[in-house]
């Protein structure tokens, strides 16, 4: 069972993406903000984290170049997901360190190819 | 003529006037001359004849007696006037009876045929004829022949006076009229001045100063008061525009704002509902299913709407960006053809796409591309029953340009000219029964078109109505770079008030006073001012103008600087604009600046320190780090600490401080600011450094008087730390709570 950790301060966009993933089977860790973010990533070791990029604190760039500099954290996965969906944003996310990115509004489907694939490409190398 | 229309009104006004004296002076010494020369010449015949008339009688002697050498004798005393050209007597039948020629005179060569009398001029000459009577009856006649000399003589001296005279008199009229054509031409070039000067220096504030009560004094007045009129019209204008402006700006930023708001709730009823959906597949309640799957859908619709309205907003914003990366075109195609999928078989349209795999890559906005795509071939779906749509993709040269054409055909039911008219046109569809039966916002189409113009191509269309339409996007292989600025529509929103510019100070300050202060000395210093009279303005303005700084009131009604602060650092766009606070802060804010908790005056309340202290007793395993330079107020606190039940830690000084923090993390640190070697305004910004630390609950313990340069040194802090917590008090204060429950763990 892979463990997930999701960074989001939005209630609601934590508790649908929460279920949404355990009912398929994932244990998931929620903070919610950067700086929480770290700390969970830092003392659980999630399998993947799922970055909201607009967070109070320290927000998901800083928090994603923090845990990717980081040597227990530096392999640990990260999608990151913004709300603004403009094209620089995907360019910007892979720049901090991110491995993937996916827009807001979640499309479900769409975000669970894309866990899929990170920790099968994880789980092979 | 031409040529004096084209004169200068100074010298019009002075030929004018001495054309006229000239025509008076030549008249006057014209009938003079005249008159002059008419008396001359009566005398002349008057002088002659009574000579005639001495000779007749001298001579009625000797013509009686028929002596002719009486006669010669006689008419031979005519040597005297030397005007006389030459003399006859005739007889009572006309025979010459004596006669006299002046020698060395070419006068009349033979006697003149006799003439009754009278006289006659002729071009040289003055001829008279005298009859001599004796009782009445004719005699003879005396003949003179006089030279016109004397007349002539006269005249041409009589010219040269009138010469001299009009010489003399134009002379004298010209330095007049040089004088005294200023008194009209100096009031028109007046007014020619200040009307050039108005139009140059755009000032309509000038006036033009009147000099007389004449006509010209009344075209000043009108002047002026035409000057008037325009300065107040501008004045009106000027404030219609910024209203204007501020309206089209506050639409701007509120659509874009709503917008984002909007989705926000949205994202949440498409993921519940979404989550309904799979309950209910789960749970095996089919039924709901269907309705479940309506809200979705019509959530989705909303959100494409308000997509649509943000896009929008941000074009004519000019805030739209492009992001120009290379990419393969069949890929792109692709991914269109299968999001479109759905709603092309919805209508049972069939798609049939030529996209050939050699046609390669492009560089604009992929994005942007298959939103354009999946617009124009979400049209011809919608729109399209049970026919067929075609999306054609070919490559064209064209000028030193490769292009690509996007040809999307649809067999629907097409637009009239009119229609067609109208497709481009922001909020308008076809027709209004259009959106009621196909639904949309009339955008999709006019945000394509604009898309489409900033990566440097454009989107037209052909159509009949009932054969279906044909929309062709044509883009440049190869995005020009300049196509971006070039992108944003000509008619959209005036730029320059949402661009950012260089230099722009914006002063945030509810205080008119402040404000002003602020922005003349900005001003001054060749800032480009901008000032904001509430917090909820500034941040407003912050977004739209992208200052270079910006001035903040921390003391304001409804939204006070630290709010606006929060707000700012809150704002990935804004958070890296320097903000200067102007006034100085209460000492509680002082305290929420550095990240603390709570705060303390000196001298110390006693009751208020232990009710802080409880505030923050969550156990008592964990300690207080009390940093105080001041050996008195540490003893102090540290006894009514200890009486609380608390562990106490002492430090000096900030570094202490640090070390203490770094030997065993306390439960809460009371600091005092004022310190020597590390204050604590650097031990705060220290602490922060560090992420495991930050959650320590700080009391600030200050004295009451904060000196302007420890304010200084404060709003460098202020900026700093806020920029890593602009967190909510609830928040913190759960945080804290965390923090220390965690700890005794």
Known sequence: ?125 | MRAFRDLSIKRKLTLIIMATSFVALLLACTAFLAYDWVTFRRGMVEALSSQAESIGINSSAALAFNVQGSGNEILASLRAQPHVVSAYIFDKDGSVFAQYRRSGVNGQASAPKLQPAGHYFDSNYLHLFQPILQAGDRIGTVYIQSDLDQVNTRLRRYLMIVAFIIAAALAVAFMFSSGLQRVVSGPILHLAEIETRVHQENDYSIRATKESNDELGLLIDGFNEMLKKIQDRDALLTIAKDKAEEANRTKSSFLANMSHELRTPLNAILGYSEMLIEDAQDTGSEEAVPDLQKIHAAGKHLLSLINDVLDLSKIEAGKMELYVESFEIPAAVHEVVTTIQPLVAKNENVLKVNCPAEIGGMRSDVTRVRQVLFNLLSNASKFTDRGVISLDVSAKPRGDQDWIVFKIKDTGIGMTPEQMGKLFQTFSQADASTTRKYGGTGLGLVISRRFCQMMGGDVVVESESGSGSTFTVQLPRHMPEEAKAEGVPAESEPKEALTPQPNTILVIDDEESARDLATRLLTKEGFNVQAASSGEEGLRLARELHPTAITLDVLMPNMDGWSVLKALKADKELADIPVILLTIVEDKQLGYALGARDYLTKPIDRERLTSILKKYRVDNNSHVLVIEDDIGIREMMRRVLEKEGWNVREAENGREGLDRVAEERPGLILLDLMMPLMDGFEFVSELHKRQEWRSIPIVVVTGKDVTAEDRERLTGHVQKILLKGAYKNEDLLAAVRGVVNTSKI
Do not use: F
Request: hydrophobic share 40%.
């Open chain 1, 1 to 125: 069972m892979s463990k997930i950790l999701i960074v989001e301060d939005n209630e609601m966009n934590r508790d649908m993406l929460s279920r949404r993933l355990q009912r398929r089977g994932y244990e998931v860790i929620m903070a919610l903000d950067g700086g929480e973010g770290i700390e969970m990533a830092t003392a659980q070791i999630p399998d993947l984290i799922l970055m909201d990029m607009s967070l109070p604190v320290i927000d998901g760039w800083e928090a994603t170049r923090r845990l990717k500099a980081a040597s227990t954290t530096g392999s640990i996965p990260i999608i990151a997901l913004t709300a603004h969906a403009m094209a620089g944003d995907r360019e910007k996310a892979l720049e901090a360190g991110c491995d993937d990115y996916d827009s807001k509004p979640i499309e479900l489907t769409r975000l669970l190819g894309k866990i899929e694939a990170i920790l099968q490409r994880k789980n092979a190398g």
